[in-house]
């Protein structure tokens, strides 16, 4: 008996090792939607997406807030699609809700291109539309058919944000947090940082580091660049306090501290620090209550002074 039921048991697990594993789906670096590519698709190093670059077979990924939704549906709905034809709208189910998908092809000048276009939002609490645009060349539609499309796309599912996978993606390294907690990874390069339990920056102290273009040569225009920067932020009642040229890292730099209000009329402090570096700058701005100041800035210039460029 013993013997039949370890001959039993042995059976079931070959039957086990030989059955595929399932298909898991795969996530861009950075992003949240992943799903589960076809064929010779790979993540992409030049977009986000995949491609198969031997076929010129892409699939492009968009990550958008979910404000975007209303302006995409409508373009979708469009009586014209700039050049695509044959094409139809339909509901369409994947794994982790419902969409749009529109199809067609389209005349480009190498021949003809099948186009899948998926839009879909995902729950409330993710902020995230989906926009998934899939380019397959006629020549490549034996191995991209429209049913292998669809498989791959009913596979979209949504993840959380993968913060630490886009840090990896900026031109710069924090090393220093200072006891803030990362909040959020902007979409034009830059991050975040804020103190308190809530992401609500009316409430709480915060940071912004962020990288940008087009720096003046000359010393005083860099000063009035940086008074320039810091009167177009939103801040109601902004006093400048003191402005000086300094060196930040080796690199010429630009240190202004100034008073504000909040929201409801608080009284807050600022202090805004630009590095500039060759023909770029990198901004840090810190912002908090007057009340905690002096422990707030040696904060923010230890997260200031633990940058460094990739």
Known sequence: MLRRLIIALLAICA???????????????????????PGDLKPSTHFSGFEDVGRKVAITILDLPAAAYGGLEQAANAEN??????????????????????????QVKDG?????ILLASAPAEQDLTVLLNVEVPESALAIY??????????????RPMPIQEQLGMLPFK???LAGFRMMKVLPA????????PSDDLNKQPYVIVSIGRGVPERPDDRARF???MLSASPLRDLTLQSADAMRIGGSPSFEIRAQASGANGEPLMVAQWLRFIGGNYLRVIGIGPRADWDALFTRFRAVRDGIDMR
């Open 112 to 116: 003809v291109l099948h186009k899948w």
């Open 145 to 158: 058919p429209d049913a292998v499309i669809r498989k791959a796309l009913a596979s979209v599912t949504f």
């Open 189 to 196: 390069g830059g991050v975040i940082l804020t103190d308190g």
């Open 174 to 176: 924090l090393g220093d």
């Open 81 to 106: 699609q700039h050049g695509l034809v044959d094409f139809k709208r339909e509901d369409f189910s994947f794994r982790s809700g419902k969409g749009l998908l529109v199809t067609g092809r389209i």
């Open 226 to 228: 940086a008074r320039d």
């Open 15 to 37: 039957v086990a090792m030989m059955r595929p594993a399932a298909a898991e789906p795969v996530f861009p670096p950075g992003l949240r939607i992943g799903l589960e590519p």
